[in-house]
Structure formats: structure tokens, C-alpha cells
Nanobody, 127 residues
Framework: VQLQASGGGLVQAGGSLRLSCAAS????????MGWFRQAPGKEREFVAV????????YYAGSVKGRFTISRDNAKNTVYLQMDSLKPEDTAVYYC?????????????????????WGKGTQVTVSS
């Protein structure tokens, strides 16, 4: 399975970007899918996750109300719409997939043991 993230770039503060993560090799409709990010010199942090059905989502407090995660199981793709971007959103964004939707995404061991990871896409927000 390969997860290919795209859509990153350079944007001014207050702007928007839409990230995509397309899976290939198998269908991930049974998997929760989501996003993490890692800024230079900082640890990786959870951003958002969506349940396999798409009916339930969970966001980090720092992005809630500004970012929206969605998925299209027919296209085997998850999206992250990022609005009202801030310089502190600057990071490499990684998509991931896991059979479990829970604290494995946002808890103390956030991101540990994910079934699949994609390569990152750089998001840079200028002030």
C-alpha cells in the first residue's frame, strides 16, 4: 500500500490549501485515515482523523474550526481543507491510515503503530 500526499505549498497567512492523500495498492475504505504534521525542531503532532465511514471526525484543538477532513472512499482518497492558515501551521504534513479510530491518533502515543504512512507534503505559511 502506498499513500501519496499532495497539495502542499506556500501560502500567505489567512489563505487556504487543500491537501489530498491518495491510496494505491488496496482499498482503505475499512481504515480510519488522517493527518499528522511535523514542524522543524518539533515533535510530530496529530492534526485530524476521519472514521472509515466518514461520519465521525476528530481534530486537534489547534486546528478545530479552521481545518476540515473528508474522504471519498470511491477514490480511495482523504482530504484536508485548511482555511485561515497561520504561520504556526507551517510543517510537513503526513497522511496515515489505521484500522483503529481512537486514541492511537490523538492520545499520548499519538501516531504509534499506524498501519500505513505516506510521504509528507510541505506546507509553508508566510506572515
Amino acid at each position: 500500500v502506498q499513500l501519496q500526499a499532495s497539495g502542499g505549498g506556500l501560502v500567505q497567512a489567512g489563505g487556504s490549501l487543500r491537501l489530498s492523500c491518495a491510496a494505491s495498492g488496496r482499498t482503505l475504505s475499512s481504515y480510519a485515515m488522517g493527518w499528522f504534521r511535523q514542524a522543524p525542531g518539533k515533535e510530530r503532532e496529530f492534526v485530524a482523523v476521519i472514521r472509515r465511514s466518514g461520519g465521525t471526525t476528530y481534530y486537534a484543538g489547534s486546528v478545530k474550526g479552521r481545518f476540515t477532513i473528508s474522504r471519498d472512499n470511491a477514490k480511495n482518497t482523504v482530504y484536508l481543507q485548511m482555511d485561515s492558515l497561520k504561520p504556526e501551521d507551517t510543517a510537513v504534513y503526513y497522511c496515515a491510515a489505521d484500522l483503529t479510530f481512537g486514541s492511537n491518533w490523538w492520545g499520548p502515543r499519538s501516531g504509534s503503530g499506524m498501519d500505513y504512512w505516506g510521504k509528507g507534503t510541505q506546507v509553508t505559511v508566510s506572515s
